[in-house]
């Protein structure tokens, strides 16, 4: 092998290029010849024993120019020919010249230097009403029609930069041309629009334009400058409309174009009215939005008032006129104010920050008014607030507080309400009918009623003729389905002010959300119908983001979600393992019979008995869950082992001897039931809690096990799948 020395250097390599006449054209010569490198962002060029490493500047106006020099290996010059001197001095010269060291020889660079294009273009309205256009473009005394393809004299030295860009803006307005006319053509009013709008004064930029009188009459108009009054009064807004001098025959045309997300609309008289980012499409944004009736706003429109936080956003756009007057503003100053509640006096328990701004939450949504939605994650404590809440305002309570709730929650919150607000009175609704009918008989003085979903549809009669100034329902997911009985009866109550506690808003879809607000503000979203069309169906469908930023401008103040992730920062991250156990012997053999059945049984279905028999499916589809986990729940003489029996055991095991409590869950109880046998037969410790579990007895379990030594709490999934502390 061989060693060279070679220096590597951080600038650009100097070149010196030479350009000579011949005969019958040019000879472009260089004296280097050097070794290209590409790298990632720039050259490097080998010369002699040094490695320049180029600027990425150079590196973008030379790149081509020197891997072409290259393919001419140690000739080291190229033959120009005298009709391409004119591309050469226009279009590689000024690169060239800003890295190398250029001389010509006794040749008068200028004269082939391209003169730049001019260019007319002739607008003008044909009798079918669409914009036609001829375009000319000139080279001192010679004029050609690009449309018609007219030849130019090789003796003319083109622009051809400036005739690109020409065509550019050309390409970009007119798409249809007539070949014969040689004139480019426009018909569509979209596209019309677009060029009276912003086109002309692009095709001004690069030539010179004229508009026939005809054309002249097609405007763009100034937009006109719509105003909006408003004004609280008691629980209403008074609002007053100023259309700002549109007429009242094009209004409803200006609607139809606004839905249809159209960027202008097309008055009578021909002219064009910019609705786009403009006064129009705030006012019209406002009108949609509040269900307001431009067509005939020559009086004051009055509205709820819980529409005032969606309002406001909307007059923040500065488009449009307004005037607010003091109670609105005062309106809207509490609103965004709501961390300046302290406590209430007699409350036991300890609220986080997170929970403090929850609490000011519903303490300002209750002093405007207005109903919401504490939709915290599930452990982020949303009972303990709401109940806060309620101390605060207990002596504003000219009649009970009413809180809704599943059945296995209703003496959860009874204890909680009694741990940390033990002034409030609380009556529980339980018992047969006799005692609930003795219930509500009789004059009751609590200020807290709890109910459950199921009871309240029961008793729903007697709540008729009842007014609560609070009504809580905790798990609203329980009313997502508007049609359902529950629904129904948690939206016939009368109450003053309304909230609902979920962790889950929206689990499938929007209808869940506008079913909640149905029942905390009827009205605000709508009736379903029209939210369905307007932005269930756009958003869904079609992702419409109009729809979403219309939605989330509405609901946004009245809903209030936080994350462990995010406001629990000091608790570790959970941890999720996943244990596999592999069947094996008379568990695995079953487990094959079984799907080979199945397969047999669908082999030998048609496709209708496929479709009207999939509850079978279903069930046979449950049996192979069961048999994964223990084939004693389908067989009651199975005596061999279970691998996920044996692996849970295991587990349990392991984390009793760590010191640790375990919560065990199953949809299957029987399942349960087979591993409390061997948990016995291992001395560990457990209680049950399954849906045949009585609710009084529930929540003593629970505190039972929270405070004792008890190993194992075994729960079926559905009688513990909410509210369990």
């Not at 509040?290 to 529409?307: D, M, N, R």
């Amino acid at each position: 092998g061989w060693e060279r020395e070679v220096k590597v250097l951080e600038k650009n390599s100097e070149f010196h290029i030479c350009l000579k006449k011949e005969w019958n054209g040019y000879t472009m010569s260089w004296k280097e010849s050097v070794t290209l490198l590409e790298g990632e962002n720039r050259l490097y060029l080998i010369d002699g024993g040094y490695i320049y490493c180029t600027s990425p500047e150079f590196t973008k106006d030379m790149f081509v120019f020197i891997k072409e020099w290259g393919a001419y290996g140690k000739q080291n010059s190229c033959q120009i020919g005298i009709y391409d001197m004119p591309g050469v001095c226009g279009q590689v010269l000024p690169y060239l010249l800003k890295w190398v060291q250029f001389e010509a020889e006794d040749i008068d660079l200028e004269q082939y230097k391209p003169r730049p294009v001019e260019a007319i273009f002739s607008f003008d309205v044909n009798t079918e009403g669409a914009i036609t256009c001829e375009e000319t473009l000139l080279y001192g005394d010679f004029s050609f029609n690009p449309v018609k393809g007219n030849s130019v004299p090789v003796t003319i030295y083109r622009d051809y930069p400036g005739e690109y860009r020409i065509r550019k803006i050309v390409e970009d307005y007119f798409k249809y041309y007539d070949l014969e006319s040689g004139l480019l053509l426009l018909s569509q009013e979209e596209e019309i629009f677009r060029l009276i709008d912003t086109g002309i004064e692009e095709f001004m930029q690069v030539g010179t334009v004229y508009l026939s009188e005809r054309l002249k009459t097609i405007q763009v108009v100034a937009p006109p400058k719509p105003f909006i009054g408003v004004s609280l009064k008691g629980d209403m807004l008074d609002l007053t409309i100023d259309l700002g001098g549109v007429p009242k025959e094009e209004l409803s045309g200006l609607l139809e174009n606004y839905r249809l997300k159209k960027k202008f609309y097309r008055l009578r008289k021909g002219e064009f009215l910019k609705i786009e980012d403009t006064a129009l499409s705030v006012l019209f944004e406002a009108a949609d939005g509040l269900s307001l009736p431009l067509e005939g706003v020559e009086k004051k429109v009055s509205i709820p008032a819980y529409h005032a936080l969606y309002l406001d956003q909307v007059l923040a756009d500065n488009r449009i006129n307004s005037n607010r007057n003091d109670g609105f503003c005062k309106l809207i100053k509490i609103c965004n104010n709501n961390n300046d509640f302290e406590l209430p006096k007699g409350f036991c328990g300890t609220l986080r920050e997170y929970q403090k701004v929850g609490y000011g939450w519903l303490r300002t949504l209750s002093q405007c008014g207005f109903g919401g939605i504490l939709a915290d994650e599930m452990g982020l404590g949303k009972t303990i607030q709401v109940i806060a809440l309620l101390l605060s305002v207990k002596e504003e309570l000219s009649s009970p507080a009413l809180i809704i709730c599943p059945a296995s929650l209703v003496y959860n919150w009874e204890k909680e309400i009694k741990r940390f607000a033990p002034g409030l009175d609380i009556l529980v609704i339980s018992g047969n009918v006799e005692e609930r009918e003795n219930i509500f008989t009789n004059q009751r003085k609590e200020q807290i009623w709890v109910t459950s979903y199921d009871l309240l549809k029961r008793d729903i009669q007697w709540y008729e003729t009842m007014e609560f100034s609070y009504q809580v329902i905790d798990e609203a997911q329980y009313i997502k389905n508007a049609s359902t009985q529950s629904a129904k009866a948690v939206k016939g109550i009368r109450a003053k002010t309304r909230f609902a506690l979920t962790g889950t808003p929206v689990e499938n879809r929007l209808s869940e959300l506008w079913s909640i607000f149905d029942y905390l503000m009827p009205g605000f979203l709508y009736g379903y119908q029209r939210f369905r069309t307007e932005i269930e169906i756009p958003v869904v469908q079609s992702q419409d983001e109009t729809a979403m930023e219309r939605l989330q401008k509405m609901v946004r103040p009245f809903i209030l979600r936080r994350l462990k992730k995010d406001v629990l920062t000091d608790l570790p991250d959970k941890l999720e393992k996943c244990m596999f156990a592999n069947m094996e012997g008379e568990q695995q053999k079953l487990y094959h019979a079984h799907v080979q059945r199945i397969r047999m049984m669908l082999d030998r279905q048609s496709d209708e008995e496929f479709r009207t028999g999939k509850i079978q499916i279903l069930s046979e589809l449950t049996k192979l869950r069961q048999l994964c986990c223990d084939p004693g729940l389908i067989y009651d003489n199975y005596e061999s082992p279970s691998a996920k029996s044996s692996l849970c055991v295991d587990l349990i095991k392991n984390a009793v001897a760590g010191g640790h409590k375990v919560l065990l869950f199953s949809q299957f109880t029987s399942m349960l039931e087979n591993l409390q046998r061997k948990l016995e037969e291992e001395e560990i410790s457990y209680y049950v809690l399954t849906g045949s579990t009585p609710k009084e007895q529930r929540l003593a379990l629970v505190e039972d096990f929270n405070n004792d030594a008890t190993n194992v709490f075994c729960i079926s999934l559905k009688a513990g799948g909410t509210g369990l502390n």
